[in-house]
Each structure stands twice: as C-alpha cells, then as structure tokens.
C-alpha cells in the first residue's frame, strides 16, 4: 500500500529565505514522485516529478526535490522565496499500477515580505 | 493556459436540478481523471477511465454518473446532488504510463443550494 505525509500543513517564510517543504512516502516499489503547486482558484500544476533517474530533480519556478531512498523522502526545496511562491503544495506518489495517484494532505505555504 | 479545459467554470444548481460537467484533453492522453477537492484538502480520486473503459470507481454515490465518449471528452453527469457535494471538481488526464505525472484543468467550482 501505498501513502504519502506532509509534515506541516502550513509553513511560513520570509521573502528571500529557503523554503524547504517535506514529503515522505512509503511504496512497496520503488515509486514515481511528485511536486504539485494549487493557486487560489486554479487546478494543480506539476512542478517536477522523480522517475528512477537522477535523484536530484529540478523543476519550474527555481524549485528542486531529492529523492532519498534511504529516508524515503522527497523534500521540495527552493533557495530564496518570492511572494508569487504563495500557494497550496501537494507531493503525490504512483506505483505506476493502474493509473493511481495518492496525494499527501498538503502544505500552505505563506512567504511574509 | 492549461491544456486540460473544464466548462464550466462555475455552477450553480438546486438538489433536484440535472446538469453536466465537461473535460476536454488534445495532448493524446488515454486516461482521464475525475477529483472532488474541498478546500484546503487534497483531491479525492472519484473516477478513472483508461482506454475510454472506466477503471476504478472509488464507491461514488450514482447521483454522479461519468462518461467517455471519446479518447478526448470526459464528462460528469450530476443528478440530485446534496449540499455536501459542493466542491471543485477536477479533471486529470495523463499517459498510460503514470511517470509523465498528471495534467489537470482549472475544475468547476460547484455550489449545491
């Protein structure tokens, strides 16, 4: 079986500082990963997504995730925030098996100018 | 501009009143996503439609009914629909192999009155 936890439902950061958004997820297989932003009002966009190559990936917007089989993570992480980072983040994982995705619960993210 | 359309984009509807929701994807995708997503929630996985077949049912009530017509359209037909049900409706669609991640539209922000 598969799940996915977001620590931190909400994190808060300053204009300029790190954003560091954590996800871990356990799959019985080794997983596909991904980063999914939500703006108010709109859909949820991928950002980037961990497919078995390198385990540093780099995605839209100037965010990066790692995947770490070790800790079974998939932080996302960004160096230097910008107020248009203000949105609702999901980490989703597939097995890749009947075209199923679980979605973590989300973290908000605030970045205070 | 997303390449997943949804219309509308709003609607409004009484409990009695039959109405449907609308998906169109053009990027080739053969499976085709229904989500329920309350605010500051994760989507909820309703229905999957591979190859135009539905796949998964996650137990949704009938008074939501999905169809497929074709390899692009995707729609929800809703009939006496409860207040609870109130939610953004999400359409996904992705390639049968899931790595690619998922493209969702912008959803239909529905209101029971």
């Known amino acids: 079986a598969q799940s996915v936890t977001q620590l931190g439902s909400h994190v808060s950061v300053s204009e300029g500082a790190l954003v560091l958004l954590r996800c871990n997820y356990s799959s019985s297989v080794p997983p596909y990963l991904f980063w999914y932003v939500q703006y ?39 160096p230097s925030a910008h107020m248009s980072d203000a949105a609702e983040y999901f980490c989703a994982v597939s097995e890749g098996l009947g075209n199923q995705f679980y979605f973590g619960t989300g973290t908000s993210l605030t970045v205070i100018p | ?88 409706y999400l359409c996904a669609s992705s390639q049968e192999v899931p790595a690619s991640g998922q493209h969702f539209g912008d959803g239909t922000r529905l209101s029971i009155l």
């Open chain 1, 40 to 78: 108010p009002n709109q859909g949820l966009q991928l950002l980037l997504k961990y497919t078995s190559a390198a385990t540093l990936v780099k995605g839209i917007n100037g965010f990066e995730a790692e995947f770490k089989k070790s800790e079974t993570s998939f932080h996302l992480t960004k």
């Open chain 2, 1 to 88: 501009d997303t390449e997943v359309t949804q219309t509308p984009k709003h609607l409004v509807m009484g409990m009695t009143n039959k109405k449907s929701l609308k998906c169109e994807q053009h990027m080739g995708h053969r499976a085709m996503y229904w989500y329920k997503q309350k605010a500051k929630k994760p989507p909820e996985l309703m229905f999957v439609y591979s190859y135009e077949k539905l796949s998964i049912n996650e137990s949704v009530p009938s008074r939501f009914s999905p169809e497929c017509p074709n390899s692009s359209l995707l729609n929800l037909h809703l009939h006496a629909l409860q207040p609870e049900d109130s939610a953004l």
